[in-house]
Nanobody, 115 residues
Framework: QVQLVESGGGLVQTGGSLRLSCAASTSISSIYDMAWYRQAPGEQRELVARIDINGSTHYADSVKGRFTMSRGNLKALTFLRMNNLKPEDTAVYSC?????????WGQGTQVTVSS
């Protein structure tokens, strides 16, 4: 069974940077779309960034110009580079992979930005 595992989260000061990674336990075929979501305590889950089958990226307005999503290869599926982090970026970040047959979700990694 395929599992997604995020890594790279942690505690960082305002203005700092982190690079999140999303890896799969085994190769996934027919990937259509990949995305990063985040959820802060008491808040709804929010789409942060998405990369489609053509490689086009889309970002939430709140992270445009600061976050960059990229594709990996094989099992290292996708990365999220986060620069100039702000306290409001504090959340659990999860990756999601959409294939032609089903979606896969990771458990998430905590990102905490101190002021």
């Amino acid at each position: 069974q395929v599992q997604l595992v995020e890594s790279g989260g942690g505690l960082v000061q305002t203005g700092g940077s982190l690079r999140l990674s999303c890896a799969a336990s085994t190769s996934i075929s027919s990937i259509y779309d990949m995305a990063w979501y985040r959820q802060a305590p008491g808040e709804q889950r929010e789409l942060v960034a998405r990369i489609d089958i053509n490689g086009s990226t889309h970002y939430a307005d709140s992270v445009k110009g600061r976050f960059t999503m990229s594709r990996g290869n094989l099992k290292a599926l996708t990365f999220l580079r986060m620069n100039n982090l702000k306290p409001e970026d504090t959340a659990v970040y999860s990756c999601a992979v959409q294939t032609l047959s089903r979606d896969y979700w990771g458990q998430g990694t905590q990102v905490t930005v101190s002021s």
